[in-house]
């Protein structure tokens, strides 16, 4: 996850297990949800990257679930990436890549990861400003294959609204660590998705009041 920000401490809580190896408790209650959900559609084999994969324990559970996808974990926090180093030693999966640095705000990251056939990303845009979720949606669909697709999972607005008091307290806490953070519209990153050439295929209700946008990235058209 991008650590550059001011955030309060309850965007991300973590507690230190054995070694480098970090334990979320919120990774913990949404890991099955989120697997079930990639398991549903996303495609069977081919390359699949996570984004800000944080202690690693999402990347570990689909991992083993879509045994023909290859999974490549990434962060750009060390802590975080050795984390992810610790849970693959322990589960030694042989479509699990070493994870790799990278910044997803930082422009032309697509770079780096060329070709994808599957992206996912869970609770980063709620950490990032408008402007830098903008370069993170563009070099999604820069690194997608066409055809290929992408689920972004976490809590955003409905049509301008925070939708609960839970959403409105965290929100709240974020912007007053940083003014530029805070969650995104729904609305808004529909509007994103398009100019990207994203097409939504499907937006899914999640527990904890979260979304997950599930796109496609579209094939260029034939002239």
């Known amino acids: 996850m991008v650590?550059?920000?001011?955030?309060?401490?309850?965007?991300?809580?973590?507690?230190?297990?054995?070694?480098?190896?970090?334990?979320?408790?919120?990774?913990?209650?949404?890991?099955?949800?989120?697997?079930k959900l990639v398991c549903s559609v996303?495609?069977?084999?081919?390359?699949?990257?996570?984004?800000?994969?944080?202690?690693?324990?999402?990347?570990i559970s689909l991992a083993a679930a879509i045994p023909n996808l290859t999974w490549q974990p990434s962060d750009v926090d060390d802590v975080r990436l050795n984390s992810i180093v610790s849970w693959s030693y322990e589960k030694q999966l042989p479509n699990l890549l070493p994870p790799i640095k990278l910044d997803v705000t930082d422009e032309g990251w697509s770079v780096l990861c060329p070709d994808q056939d599957f992206i996912l990303m869970v609770n980063l845009l709620h950490l990032v400003s408008?402007?830098?979720?903008?370069?993170?949606?563009?070099?999604?669909?820069?690194?997608?294959?066409p055809g290929g697709r992408c689920v972004i999972y976490g809590p955003f607005m409905r049509d301008g609204s925070?939708?609960?008091?839970?959403?409105?307290?965290?929100?709240?806490?974020?912007?007053?660590?940083?003014?530029?953070?805070?969650?995104?519209?729904?609305?808004?990153?529909?509007d994103l998705f398009q100019i990207h050439n994203l097409k939504t295929v499907k937006i899914a209700n999640m527990p904890a009041n979260n979304l997950a946008f599930i796109i496609e990235k579209k094939h260029p058209k034939r002239s």
């Open 3 to 35: 650590l550059r920000r001011n955030i309060p401490a309850t965007a991300s809580v973590v507690q230190k297990m054995n070694g480098d190896r970090l334990h979320s408790p919120a990774a913990e209650k949404n890991v099955s949800h989120i697997t």
């Open 42 to 59: 996303s495609p069977k084999n081919g390359a699949a990257l996570e984004i800000a994969s944080g202690t690693g324990q999402h990347i």
């Open 130 to 145: 408008e402007s830098e979720a903008k370069v993170i949606i563009g070099g999604i669909s820069q690194s997608l294959m």
């Open 162 to 190: 925070l939708t609960s008091d839970g959403d409105k307290l965290f929100h709240q806490s974020l912007i007053e660590a940083d003014p530029h953070i805070g969650y995104k519209d729904d609305t808004w990153m529909l």
